[in-house]
Every structure is written in structure tokens, then in C-alpha cells.
């Protein structure tokens, strides 16, 4: 065979192979999630057993005509990723502004609780079952723990910078989903801020009976939020997410999806506030 019939022949299967790597990687979403239980939960005795873990089950399951790939990653990983136009997506993002300039993001593929305010059962409190979080950081007496770099919106994060030279709030760095839950019990700091669903999860955890927390609402936060799916803000991501929209049109209204997205969270899931946000709200956007 002549060499001019051997260029070609290599050029032909170098150009096929090289298409369906493209194919291959235009039909692969890398959906990127970290150890945030009981939303996902990585690892341990309810490893995959998070309320997000089975919510993407579901998405997943829809979405025949791509390949998912799940791979572990931090907050700030996927963030970076994102602002990269690398071609991962995040199964439920709450959507800034800011995050809307690099990211595109789906209706809403998740609601629950809003944070809470969370004390040890057995201290006595003058309070009722709501906080305005701006008065209760003005008394000194009681002491706030929070994880170093956390941020719970700009509404409170503002509220907590107000008073952040005080004595009476805790900053620390760890890695354990329950150690600030785990110092409100044995009496280290008064309160911490926290989803309830993750009051749930430390009972499970620690095989507890008995709960060992107060749990007070915000003023100044809303009841429930709502997260949505983010891809990159690029043709493939607003392709994905079309898709995506697709999917959750057709099932985010089915009891299974219901069910899975209030599990960790069953009671008030099943309270009449939240039926009527996941009617008015969670459905419609």
C-alpha cells in the first residue's frame, strides 16, 4: 500500500476517534457533590441515604440519553469548575446574582427548611418559638458557635458581622458535621445556627431517643428556601439544563419525588406551611 493511502487511512480513524471523544464528552454530565449530610451523604452508615443523594437518583433515572459520572468535591471546587465552563453541574444550588453571571441554573430542584436557631433542650430561654437573630446576639450572656467561612445568606451574614467583634461569638474550623451540635449539648456554647434537618441527622447518628435541642425560627430569614441545579453558563450547560427542566416538569410533583425530598425532615415536610410553599412556590418555579 502506498504512503499517500496510509496518511489518509490514519487521518480517517484519527478524525473518527477524535469525534467520538467529543460525543462522548458532550453526552457526560459530572455531577459534583460533597459530604454535606443528611442532604448527601458520602460516606458511614447512611452513606447515599441524603435527601439529595436520592433526589438526583431520580433526575438521574430520567436522563437516559446521557452518562453520569458522580465524583466527590468541595464547595469551593465545584464553584471554581463552574467559573472555569468546565462541564459539571451541582444538583441543587441556591441562585445569587453573582452566580448567575457564570452559572445556569434549572427550576427548582429542592426545597426545604430555612435555618434555625438551635439551643440545648435543657436550657430555660425567654423565648418563643421565633428569634429576631439581630436581638439575641445584642445579649452577651449567650454565646454563638459557628464554623469559620460560613455563610447563611447576606441577610444574616450581615447580622453576624454586625456583632462579630463580641466576645460572645465562637469561631472555630472543623470538618465534622456535628461538632457544633455536639458542643451545644454538653454546654461548650448556649447555640449554634443550623438546618433542622441536620438536628435529625446528629439524633440518627448518635442513636439518640431523646432530643436534645430547641429549635427556634428566624425573623430574620424566610421559612423555607429553595435550591435549584447548576451547570455551566456555556451552550452544553443550557442544553443539560433544558433537559433537566424537562425532567422535573414531569416528575417533581409525583408523590415518590415528595417523599424522597422531605426525608430527614418528615414532619414538617408533612406540616401544612410547607404543603402550601411546595404548592404555590416549589411547583410553579
Known amino acids: 500500500m502506498s504512503e499517500i493511502p496510509l496518511k489518509l487511512l490514519f487521518n480517517f480513524i484519527f478524525f473518527i476517534f477524535i469525534g467520538f471523544s467529543i460525543e462522548s464528552l458532550s453526552n457526560t454530565i459530572t455531577w459534583q457533590v460533597n459530604h454535606a449530610?443528611?442532604?448527601?451523604?458520602?460516606?458511614?452508615?447512611?452513606?447515599?441515604?441524603?435527601?439529595?443523594?436520592k433526589i438526583l437518583e431520580l433526575i438521574i433515572s430520567e436522563l437516559p440519553q446521557y452518562r453520569h459520572e458522580i465524583i466527590v468535591s468541595s464547595m469551593a471546587r465545584s464553584i471554581f469548575d463552574l467559573k472555569k465552563q468546565k462541564n459539571v453541574c451541582l444538583p441543587a444550588l441556591f441562585a445569587t446574582d453573582e452566580r448567575k453571571r457564570y452559572m445556569t441554573f434549572s427550576k427548582s430542584s429542592i426545597a426545604h427548611p430555612s435555618h434555625r436557631i438551635i439551643f440545648n433542650n435543657n436550657k430555660?430561654?425567654?423565648?418563643?418559638?421565633?428569634?429576631?437573630?439581630?436581638?439575641?446576639?445584642?445579649?452577651?450572656?449567650?454565646?454563638?458557635?459557628?464554623d469559620k467561612g460560613r455563610s447563611f445568606g447576606n441577610k444574616i451574614d450581615a447580622i453576624i458581622n454586625k456583632y462579630s467583634s463580641q466576645t460572645n461569638i465562637h469561631l472555630q474550623s472543623s470538618d465534622s458535621p456535628n461538632q457544633l451540635l455536639?458542643?451545644?449539648?454538653?454546654?461548650?456554647?448556649?447555640?449554634?445556627?443550623?438546618?433542622?434537618?441536620?438536628?435529625?441527622?446528629?439524633?440518627k447518628y448518635n442513636h439518640l431517643n431523646k432530643n436534645n435541642f430547641k429549635q427556634y425560627k428566624m425573623l430574620d430569614a424566610s421559612q423555607y428556601v429553595i435550591g435549584r441545579v447548576a451547570c455551566p453558563k456555556n451552550p452544553w450547560g443550557e442544553k443539560v439544563i433544558a433537559d433537566?427542566?424537562?425532567?422535573?416538569?414531569?416528575?417533581?410533583?409525583?408523590?415518590?419525588?415528595?417523599?424522597?425530598?422531605?426525608?430527614?425532615?418528615?414532619?414538617?415536610?408533612?406540616?401544612?406551611?410547607?404543603?402550601?410553599?411546595?404548592?404555590?412556590v416549589f411547583l410553579k418555579n
Open 244 to 280: 433537566i427542566d424537562v425532567v422535573l416538569k414531569n416528575i417533581k410533583s409525583s408523590p415518590l419525588y415528595f417523599k424522597k425530598m422531605g426525608s430527614w425532615w418528615e414532619n414538617e415536610a408533612n406540616s401544612p406551611e410547607f404543603i402550601k410553599f411546595y404548592t404555590e
Open 37 to 53: 449530610p443528611p442532604v448527601t451523604i458520602l460516606k458511614g452508615e447512611y452513606k447515599d441515604q441524603g435527601f439529595l443523594d
Open 182 to 203: 455536639q458542643m451545644v449539648k454538653i454546654g461548650r456554647i448556649d447555640y449554634t445556627i443550623a438546618y433542622p434537618f441536620k438536628v435529625s441527622y446528629y439524633n
Open 124 to 146: 430555660i430561654l425567654p423565648f418563643e418559638k421565633t428569634i429576631a437573630l439581630d436581638d439575641l446576639l445584642s445579649q452577651e450572656d449567650y454565646t454563638l458557635g459557628l
